[in-house]
């Protein structure tokens, strides 16, 4: 079943950009090379966000089209359907960041049955991202304990309407036949996630794999929660969904432990990080009999080791257990390439109101900045293909 594929050709890479697209994406990727402007664009943007001030033009035609789908469904459907021409499914999120009201909550639970219905319509095969946060304050799941909420009535009232909004999300997912993934976030809110996301994939994961968590590998603790999670499904008979990702939140979890005098949840470096990432994928890959898995992943070497993996164990079905996922414009040479080679492959796709998707965007830039070598690697497999192309 040997299938070599080659992941750094940019003609695959890039063919679904044209050549103006191409040189936008040379563009603003020029600009992230340069910390001093991601700083100032970072501060530009946060103004803009306080004040209401009139550059929404400026940041859609710039890093929002670069990285969003567009401010809308009807948007979305454009570029999904432009994924969907080149094999590459999609992973559909309304990112809707920071706004903590009850009627914001409820609009957002009604965006992601939307959402479902959605991509039900389009693609079966793509997927539905669900932030846990835009369900509930992070600072009450915080406060929560699931082993003794049954002595506090109102808490216990209050989470069992988050539970049935999480319940209402699996069940219309199942009764579509769309996957969701439950995304990661702090730690502070982690365990509260886990215990729900666990119980959803007990109810509705029996027949086939519908409801997935993420695992952040960057916490030191997910390589035990991951061998205890599926010690618990062989005893329970049921299928795991995990998708996983290194983490998005390093700064933000060690200022947070430090603020409260804590052990920092994550790593103290990159290379325990990746050793933990990647020796997860062995162990999800080892039991691909009960467990689907998402890789989540711009590292080349993953990738590469989660094929020769695949390989070695004989996965004859992987398309349909093993997923390979990058965010939309970020390594494209991964994304395409891997959908050539028949992996399956899908872009996580946001789409939303610019002004709501700039916390997203400045996490990407910020990102992109500090993994080392990211933007420099991003860049240079841009402007090979525009030589490609006699541009």
Do not use: W
């Amino acid at each position: 079943m040997e299938n070599k594929i080659d992941l750094n050709n940019v003609q695959v890479a890039f063919k679904y950009k044209s050549n103006s697209d191409l040189k936008k994406a040379i563009f603003i990727y020029n600009l992230l090379q340069k910390p001093l402007i991601v700083k100032s664009l970072t501060k530009l943007t946060n103004l803009v966000l306080k004040y209401k001030l009139p550059f929404k033009y400026f940041i859609r035609k710039t890093v929002f089209e670069i990285f969003c789908a567009g401010e809308n469904r009807k948007k979305a459907r454009l570029t999904m359907n432009h994924l969907k021409q080149h094999h590459v499914h999609t992973v559909l999120d309304y990112v809707a960041e920071g706004d903590k009201s009850d009627i914001s909550y409820e609009r957002n639970l009604e965006t992601i049955l939307e959402n479902i219905q959605f991509v039900s319509q389009e693609n079966k095969e793509s997927f539905v991202g669900v932030k846990l946060s835009g369900l509930e304050d992070v600072d009450f799941i915080e406060s929560v304990n699931m082993e003794s909420i049954s002595s506090d009535l109102a808490k216990q009232k209050r989470i069992a309407d988050f539970i049935y909004k999480v319940d209402e999300i699996c069940q219309l997912a199942l009764e579509k036949g769309v996957k969701v993934y439950f995304d990661a976030e702090e730690r502070r809110t982690q365990d509260v996630y886990d215990f729900i996301v666990e119980k959803m994939m007990v109810k509705y994961n029996a027949e086939s794999v519908i409801v997935y968590n993420t695992l952040q590998m960057y916490m030191k603790d997910r390589i035990t929660y991951l061998r205890n999670i599926i010690e618990n499904a062989k005893e329970t008979n049921t299928k795991l969904g995990v998708k996983l990702v290194r983490g998005a939140y390093v700064e933000k979890e060690r200022e947070y432990a430090k603020f409260k005098g804590v052990e920092s949840p994550v790593f103290e470096n990159k290379e325990y990080t990746d050793k933990a990432f990647n020796e997860a994928v062995e162990i999800c890959l080892i039991e691909h009999e009960i467990i689907n898995t998402c890789l989540a992943t711009h590292n080349q070497l993953s990738v590469e080791k989660a094929i020769e993996l695949i390989q070695k164990l004989k996965i004859e079905d992987h398309y349909n257990k093993v997923y390979f996922s990058q965010l939309f414009g970020m390594s494209d040479n991964l994304t395409f390439n891997l959908a050539q080679g028949r992996y399956n492959a899908s872009k996580y796709v946001p789409y939303g109101e610019v002004e709501k998707a700039i916390p997203y965007l400045l996490r990407r830039a910020e990102e992109n900045s500090s993994i080392e070598g990211q933007v420099s690697r991003e860049y240079e497999l841009l402007v090979e293909e525009r030589k490609r192309r006699m541009l």
